[in-house]
């Protein structure tokens, strides 16, 4: 059948434009990055996902031959980050350093300007970092069971801080409780710095931050801890035992410090920041830097996986911010 003359010409145009698209777009990944990157971070500096993020960035951006610059935006919840990221221009040059924020958002919150699995894509996982039950040294309890027998026998309630409602050590230490019966008054503070220093200061007596946060208090002799919320024992705390060891599996709490990226970015810039993570996160110094913050490192665990690992995550929070009856709005 022959092929009208308009018909064959409007076939070999549009060929020739996708060839042109296709090129354009392998052109545009193979020179990314060309300018400065920003990291946005969803806390104030000096936390954990900050401290981590900027360790990672700085291995990052030396690969990549371009500077990744953090910009710090907290507040709601990690929400402005999100809401910054989602909706900056899909072209791989603003991404959210990701963290447990991102599978509770959606459980806290009745009304998002966002939709975090529509408008945000997963890049790659860096580390998990457990939560861990510290409690001040004045309350004299060497473990996880005495300090439970304590708070039984005490009239008063015992203080436990977090850094904020809905936050990642307010919803870890709201784990602890369903699973082991432990009863306190929550203050919220504005942020896990103050909740922490209020634990040091005999202010609170009990909290649940994550490791790499308090790893320092603890050595130094401030804090007391008691369990690791997670499902194995961390090299940086040898001796302190794991809740799942202690009988309460449902107490497990993780947080984590990734990458995400807005919706629409080009998989070949995606692939290639994965790439450059997955390689700087077996750099020996860097290794053994977050190691030492008592990080556990994931650089063999690919985008489709960590998206797959927030969705996981997400089911669980959800499912103690219901049995907590927690609302942050």
Known sequence: MKIPKRLFFSLIT?????????????VFAASYPDRPMKWIVPYPPGGTTDVIARNIAQNMSEQLGQP??????????????????????????????????????????KSLPFNPQADLAAVSLFVTVPHIVVVNPA??????????RLNK?????????SGGLGSPLHLAGESLKL????????????????AIFAVVSNEAQIATPSLPAVLAQIQGKKLDALA???????PALPNVPTVLELGYP????????????????????????AVVTKRSLKNPLL??????????????????????????????????VKSAGIQAE
């Open 14 to 26: 549009q060929t020739f434009l996708s060839l042109v698209c296709c090129l354009s777009i392998s």
């Open 68 to 109: 990744i610059v953090i910009e710090n935006k907290p507040g709601a919840g990690g929400q402005i980050a999100m809401n910054y990221v989602a909706k900056a221009p899909a072209d791989g040059y603003t991404l959210l350093v990701s963290d447990a924020s991102l599978a509770t958002v959606q459980s806290l919150y």
């Open 139 to 148: 309350l004299k309890v060497s473990s996880l069971n005495e300090l439970i």
């Open 153 to 161: 026998q005490q009239a008063e309630k015992m203080v436990f801080s």
């Open 179 to 194: 699973a082991t019966g432990l009863d306190w008054l929550h203050v919220p503070y504005k942020g896990a710095g103050p």
């Open 228 to 234: 690791i919320m997670g499902d194995k024992r961390s």
């Open 250 to 273: 449902k107490a497990t709490a993780i947080g984590w410090v990734g990458l995400h990226a807005p919706a629409g970015v080009d998989a070949e810039v995606l692939s290639k920041l």
């Open 287 to 320: 290794q053994s830097r977050l190691q030492e913050q008592g990080a556990t490192i994931s650089s063999d665990i690919n985008s489709g996986e960590y998206a797959k690992f927030v969705g996981i995550q997400s089911a669980h929070w959800n499912q103690v």
